[in-house]
């Protein structure tokens, strides 16, 4: 597989949506423990909000699916859902120009940029970034090393997950997990997780085991 | 102790007080039902100058909704109660409001509503909208030294900020006129709020916190959260004058020096007190020498019905007292 078609990404789309509808609860503990409790519902809310617009189309494009999924979680209040929009928005951009493994990389990149930015956080802070980063970094590097698209999602797969991890032993300094301090070593964030399990979904549809 | 509240549902609340605020007031706004915004409707509300829009969580009524009008906000954005509005319910209210002379967004300092109104203004810029931005964070109670914080809240300063920059906005300031004279009036303002009750939020059968009665909560922000401690509870003057001790001295304040005072309800407090304590306000002022040069009292930046008040002073610089008295027409403010 050299490039991402629309059925592909829509694909990408409908498994993350599936396993956050199946592990949301998971997510909302991990921010009962660290947080206030309500991101795995904003989560799957803002992904409702996502599926609806992918039913009233158009998603005949890679760009096209992604736009929807950005418009729902910016259709969504609170800190997580508008940068999760803002991400998401940054892959769509970059697949308006292409759909290859060197586009999910700029646009992975970018995202990330994105993300920190706006959320003024940067890695080692127990946020999102900690898993966005890696994961955009294991793309440019699989990509420079000519790996295909299925092995460059695999890396960053791979690379998110390590991110999350590596959550659990610090201390919050920027979201939510910040304002309850020790509480929150121990706990993996959610937001971290998440985005693994976004390329999780990638995996899993790009590269079937 | 069970709370009663003029409601139907809690989850059309906002929606519902929404229309009435338009059947209220069909001559100065409309409301714009999804995604939901409130944008002038008056006679002039075409004609070319810099837009304000401000907004934020639901439950601080009248702010902001009730200050879209001629020589104030050009549309107000309000989220759920207490919690922001979407980056996509900003962006359509900056689309709104915008007259091609740029957008003012008067934003108060939360995580949530500072990143949503950041990405509607990145959005809006995208699409060619020039757009800036005053973050208002008054609230000495969350004055803190620590590096890379929350910073200070936005509570009632950002009444002067929307009544003094829309005046100049009228007048036919442009945008980066505009945004700095934002900036200076939150540098001159402080505020500091307590509770004598918490608030109940809506559909709830208990306040937000319990308060002995021999003690008020000091330096409460306007969500029902707990403040930074408790105090005695006491006779009006000695409440007041602990309240404004410290805005005083973080302004800097003293003989011939002259403020703009708001002395604002947090939703269930009776004008009667509110009277007595703007009373109390201007003989703690006038110990100090410091003048009233003018005077808001009433309920303008609320906590649902939250019992307390809260005070701000903002130095009196003459050109914010020419902007103050310029006329203004709102539902919440007219003169």
Known sequence: MQSLTAEDARSWIDRFTADIDDRFADLTDLDRRAGDGDYGTNLRSALRRASANLEAGPTDSPEAVFTAVANGFLNTGGTSGPLFGMWFREFAKAFAAATTAEAVATGAANAAAVVQRLGKAEVGHKTMVDAMVPAAEALSAAVGEGTDLPGALR??????????????????????????????RGVVDPGALTVAWFFDAAVSVTAPA | MSVRQLINDPDDFVAEALQGLQQAHPDLLRANPDPAYVVRADDDAASPKVALVSGGGSGHEPLHTGFVGRGMLDAAVPGAVFASPTAFQIRAAIGAADRGRGVLLVVKNYTGDVLNFSIA??????????????????????????????????????????????????????????????????????????ALQACTHP?????????????????????????????????????????????????????????????????????????????????????????????????????????????????????????????????????
Request: aromatic share 4%.
């Open chain 1, 155 to 184: 890396s960053a797969a791979t690379a998110a997950h390590e991110g999350a991890e590596s959550t659990e032993q610090l201390l919050a300094r920027r979201g939510r997990a910040s304002y309850v301090g020790e509480h929150a």
């Open chain 2, 121 to 194: 203004a990145e959005l809006a810029r995208e699409d060619g909208i020039e757009v800036e931005t005053v973050l208002v964070d008054d609230d000495l109670a969350t004055s803190s030294a620590d590096e890379g914080g929350p910073g200070r809240r936005g509570t009632a300063a950002v009444v002067a900020v929307e009544k003094i920059c829309g005046a100049a906005a009228e007048r036919g300031a442009s945008l980066s006129d505009l945004a700095l004279l934002g900036k200076r009036v939150v540098d001159s303002a402080r505020t500091m709020a307590l």
């Open chain 2, 203 to 335: 559909g709830q059968s208990q306040p937000s916190f319990e308060l002995p009665a021999d003690e008020v909560e000091f330096g409460v922000g306007i969500h029902g959260e707990h403040g930074v401690g408790r105090r005695p509870f006491g006779p009006a003057r000695d409440l007041v004058a602990e309240l404004t001790r410290p805005i005083t001295a973080e302004l800097g304040l003293g003989d011939g020096d002259r403020v703009i005072a708001i002395v604002n309800g947090l939703g269930s407090t009776h004008a009667l007190e509110l009277s007595v304590a703007h009373r109390e306000l201007t003989a703690f002022l006038g110990g100090l020498g410091v003048g009233v040069a003018r005077s808001l009292v009433g309920p303008y930046v609320t906590a649902l019905d939250m019992r307390g008040f809260s005070v701000t002073l903002l130095r009196a610089e003459d050109d914010f007292v020419d902007l103050w008295d310029a006329p203004v027409r709102t539902p919440a403010l007219t003169w």
